[in-house]
């Protein structure tokens, strides 16, 4: 008979991602923020570099705010960070609970 052919299928990339308990986080502060109407929708991303969890205002927009996971900066500038809507960084550390307190201050509240 003839011999059998193992092909290399693709091989998937390492890739980052948030932990259970780190969500659980995160979904905290979004539940509040939608809530208080200041979010809509979110977005999860799971790249080979960093994980990101995208907030938008209203569905068809582009994201209000980013927080993202790179492990590769925890040694540096801590491995968390908020993005703002213009690419301006909001906050940056080494826990997630201490960059997540952006979103605990008044200043994303809509004045009417």
């Keep these: 008979m003839g011999t059998i052919a193992q092909f290399a299928g693709p091989v998937a990339q390492p890739r980052v ?3 259970r308990a780190e969500l659980s986080v995160i979904l905290n502060v979004y ?3 939608v809530m208080s ?3 809509k929708d979110y977005a999860i991303g799971m790249h ?3 994980a990101v969890f ?3 205002r209203r569905h068809a927009d582009n994201p209000t705010w980013h927080i993202l996971k790179t492990p590769a900066l925890a040694h540096l500038q801590g491995a968390y960070a ?3 809507a213009q690419g301006q960084m909001l ?5 997630l609970d201490q960059v997540l307190k952006v979103f605990e201050t008044r200043r994303f509240e809509v004045v009417k």
């Design 91 to 95: 906050k940056r550390g080494k826990t």
């Design 48 to 50: 080979r570099d960093q």
């Design 82 to 84: 908020v993005i703002g």
């Design 54 to 56: 995208a907030i938008f």
């Design 31 to 33: 539940g509040r923020m």
């Design 17 to 19: 991602a948030f932990q």
């Design 37 to 39: 109407g200041q979010a």
